[in-house]
Nanobody, 124 residues
Framework: VQLQASGGGLVQAGHSVRLSCEVV????????MGWFRQAPGEEREFVGQ????????YLPASVKGRFTISRDNAKNTAFLQMNGLKPEDTAVYLC??????????????????WGQGTLVTVSS
């Protein structure tokens, strides 16, 4: 299983960006996908999950209302839609996939696969 992330770039504050994370390979192994971000000098921050089978999603309060997660079954791709971006959203965004089945979100997951990360820079 490989995760191919894309969609980052430079965006002005208040604008939107959609990140993609395509699952390539044995997609049947994936049960849950998580999105994370890491700003320079900061710890990695969890920004949401999607149950790969049910498409249920969870986003923490820090981004809920501005970010949404979805997936395209036919393309084996998950999306992180980010609206109303702020300079403090500047970070490398990563997607990760776990094989362990989950029954509810948020789920504590030991992710088995990680994408390469994509940089989102929000200018003020």
């Amino acid at each position: 299983v490989q995760l191919q992330a894309s969609g980052g770039g430079l965006v002005q504050a208040g604008h939107s960006v959609r990140l993609s994370c395509e699952v390539v390979g044995q997609t049947f192994r994936v049960s849950v996908m998580g999105w994370f971000r890491q700003a320079p000098g900061e710890e990695r921050e969890f920004v949401g999950q999607i149950n790969w089978r049910s498409s249920d999603t969870y986003l923490p309060a820090s981004v809920k209302g501005r970010f949404t997660i979805s997936r395209d079954n036919a393309k084996n791709t998950a999306f992180l839609q980010m609206n109303g971006l702020k300079p403090e959203d500047t970070a490398v965004y990563l997607c990760a996939a776990g094989e362990t089945a989950v029954t509810g979100l948020p789920a504590r997951v030991n992710y088995d696969y990680w994408g390469q990360g994509t940089l989102v820079t929000v200018s003020s």
